[in-house]
């Protein structure tokens, strides 16, 4: 409890001086987005007077809210343009992460699947004899009332009692019933993709995104501090 408490009051703190350096370089939230925001806000409540009455269980007021919501559009403009604007990754930095970590980027066989699930026996029969047949798998969900899937998985993306069954299939194949909890899985491998390792245009963005994110975080902490040294606070018990 002690350790939330300490924490709470840390963001608390953050928080004001945030706000403080927001409105010191004159920063202002557009009345139109406040609205917009209020309003969508308003949207989750079957009417207005139900918004309003959840105000005053907390002890607020719309104006309050307005307030709060102001506050907040403003202090997360001050990080964008203070903070998250001047972060810069370079296209060299992208390239020597992706050689260092190239092991991580490595994917195993998947294999495109579709899938029918049933839990009528009476009917089970008839569909797996009807998809060996050549049947449509989407098709034969509606006629035989199962739930039909089409995705891109791996074995171990999938439950261990139907891993055997989903392996062993060649593209084209279609398995027989294997049950699985309180039905019956039949599988058609549509194709085969073996393992690789992904390039880097594949995985740039992805790159990019954790190292602008990794930066922002440092530099958050040093902004952040920046700001405490020039501030003075002060915190009552």
Do not use: C
């Amino acid at each position: 409890m002690k350790e939330e408490k300490e924490q709470l009051i840390s963001k608390m703190v953050e928080d004001k001086i945030i706000l403080q350096e927001a409105k010191r370089k004159g920063y202002q939230a557009r009345l139109e987005r406040v609205k917009q925001r209020i309003e969508q806000m308003k949207s989750a409540f079957a009417s207005e007077t139900d918004f309003e009455n959840s105000l005053k269980q907390k002890g607020l007021t719309v104006k309050d809210m307005e307030d709060k919501v102001a506050d907040q559009m403003i202090m997360r403009e001050v990080v964008e343009r203070e903070v998250k604007d001047k972060i810069v990754v370079s296209p060299d930095e992208v390239t020597k992460f992706y050689q260092k970590n190239k092991s991580e980027f490595n994917l195993l066989e998947t294999r495109t699947v579709e899938t029918l699930y049933i839990e009528n026996e009476a009917l089970l029969a008839n569909l797996s004899e009807a998809v060996k047949n050549g049947m449509d798998f989407s098709e034969a969900a509606k006629q035989y009332k199962s739930a039909y899937a089409k995705d891109t998985i791996s074995k171990e993306q999938i439950r261990l009692e139907l891993q055997e069954s989903f392996s062993g299939l060649k593209a084209g194949e279609v398995s027989n019933p294997v049950q699985a909890g309180n039905g019956y899985y039949i599988f058609k491998i549509i194709e085969i993709l073996p393992p690789k390792t992904q390039s880097l245009a594949e995985v740039h963005n992805r790159i990019y995104s954790y190292l602008s994110e990794e930066k922002f975080a440092v530099a958050m902490l040093e902004w952040i501090k920046g700001l405490k040294e020039k501030s003075y606070i002060q915190i009552k018990q």
